[in-house]
C-alpha cells in the first residue's frame, strides 16, 4: 500500500463526503477507493469511517486521524511549494475566511484581481463574520479585525478602519446637529449589534475622549444596513466611513461631529505558523496590501482577537 496515495484518498473521501465522489475527483473506480480506505484501515487496525448506505461519518479515531494527518499534508505541499523555484508559477488551493461588509466592498474585487494574475491558484472564499477555526476548518487566511492575542497564529497588518458618525442632510434638516457628543443622546442612533457594547459609543478628539448611552429603533447586525438606513434618513450611524464614501461624495451622507471619531480599528490578515512560507499566501497578502487604503505593516508573531471575525 502506497502510504501516501491512502492518505490522500482518505482526505478526499472526508472531504467529499462519499467514495463515489472522491472516485471521480481523483480518477479512481469506485472499487479502487473502496479497496485503499479498508486496507488503510486493515493496516491501522482500527475503523475509520462508519459506513451506511445512505452516508458515511468519521469514528472517534478517524475524526482523529483524519485532523493529523489533514496538517501533515499541507505541511508536505507547502514544503513542496518552497523548494521551488521562485520563479515557477504559484499554484494550489488558497481558503480564505474574510468579514461580510469589508469582504463584498473591497476585498472581493482584490480576490478577484490576484485570482486572474494568478489562474493556477484556487481561491475559495467564505464571507461571513462568523469566527472560524483556522486550523480546525483548514483555512490558510482569514481577514479579522480587532485585538491580537492568540501567539499561535501570525499576522500581517492590513490597514487601519476609521469610524465615524454619520447621518443625511433631511435627518439633521428634521432633528438638528449635536453639537457635542453628549447631544447624541436626544437622537436617533443607528445600532450596530455586534459591537462589545453597542448602545455605548466611544469617541475620541485627539487627546480628549467621551462615551455615550445611545438609543434608537433600529438595529443591525451589519454595517451596510446601518449605513441605508442612515442614507434614507432614519438616524445616526456610527460606522467605518470607507463604507459611506460613495454616499458621502454624493451628498446622501455627511459626518456628525466631523472632529470626533472612533479608536481606530486594524484589520489583519490571520494565517497559522506552518504556512508562513507558504509563497502565494504571501502574494495574496501583498496584493491586499496593494490595493487597500492606508499604510500597513507586519505584525509576525500573534494572533486575533476571538470576540469578532470582521470590521462590522
Not at 445512505?54 to 469514528?59: D, E, G, I, K, P
Not at 502574494?283 to 492606508?294: I, R
Request: with cysteine.
Amino acid at each position: 500500500m502506497d502510504r501516501f496515495v491512502a492518505l490522500s484518498v482518505f482526505r478526499r473521501v472526508i472531504e467529499l463526503n462519499g467514495f463515489g465522489a472522491a472516485a471521480r475527483d481523483l480518477g479512481y473506480s469506485n472499487a479502487a477507493v473502496s479497496k485503499i480506505i479498508k486496507d488503510l484501515e486493515a493496516d491501522l487496525g482500527a475503523p475509520l469511517i462508519a459506513r451506511t448506505t445512505r452516508s458515511l461519518s468519521l469514528t472517534d479515531t478517524g475524526r482523529d486521524y483524519y485532523d493529523r494527518i489533514t496538517r501533515l499534508l499541507d505541511e508536505l505541499a507547502e514544503a513542496d511549494e518552497t523548494a521551488r523555484s521562485s520563479g515557477v508559477e504559484p499554484r494550489g488551493r488558497l481558503r480564505i475566511s474574510a468579514p461580510m461588509s469589508m469582504g463584498l466592498l473591497r476585498l472581493s474585487g482584490l480576490i478577484a484581481t490576484f485570482s486572474a494574475r494568478h489562474p493556477r491558484i484556487d481561491i475559495q472564499t467564505e464571507f461571513s463574520d462568523r469566527y472560524v477555526d483556522l486550523v480546525g476548518e483548514r483555512f490558510d487566511l482569514a481577514i479579522r479585525g480587532g485585538g491580537l492575542q492568540d501567539s499561535s497564529l501570525r499576522a500581517r497588518k492590513l490597514m487601519t478602519i476609521e469610524r465615524g458618525l454619520l447621518a443625511s442632510p433631511a435627518y439633521l434638516e428634521r432633528r438638528g446637529v449635536p453639537a457635542s457628543p453628549s447631544g447624541l443622546a436626544d437622537h436617533n442612533c443607528l445600532i450596530f449589534t455586534m459591537a462589545a457594547a453597542p448602545t455605548t459609543w466611544s469617541l475620541r478628539a485627539g487627546r480628549s475622549s467621551k462615551s455615550v448611552s445611545v438609543q434608537g429603533n433600529f438595529r443591525a447586525n451589519n454595517s451596510l444596513a446601518l449605513r441605508d438606513a442612515a442614507i434614507a434618513g432614519a438616524g445616526i450611524a456610527f460606522i467605518p466611513l470607507l463604507y459611506a464614501e460613495e454616499a458621502r461624495e454624493a451628498g446622501a451622507l455627511v459626518r456628525v461631529l466631523p472632529d470626533w471619531s472612533g479608536e481606530g480599528h486594524n484589520l489583519f490578515g490571520v494565517y497559522p505558523g506552518h504556512r508562513e512560507s507558504s509563497r502565494k499566501l504571501r502574494l495574496f497578502l501583498d496584493c491586499l496590501v496593494e490595493g487597500l487604503p492606508g499604510p500597513a505593516e507586519a505584525r509576525p508573531g500573534t494572533g486575533p482577537d476571538k470576540r469578532k471575525n470582521g470590521a462590522g
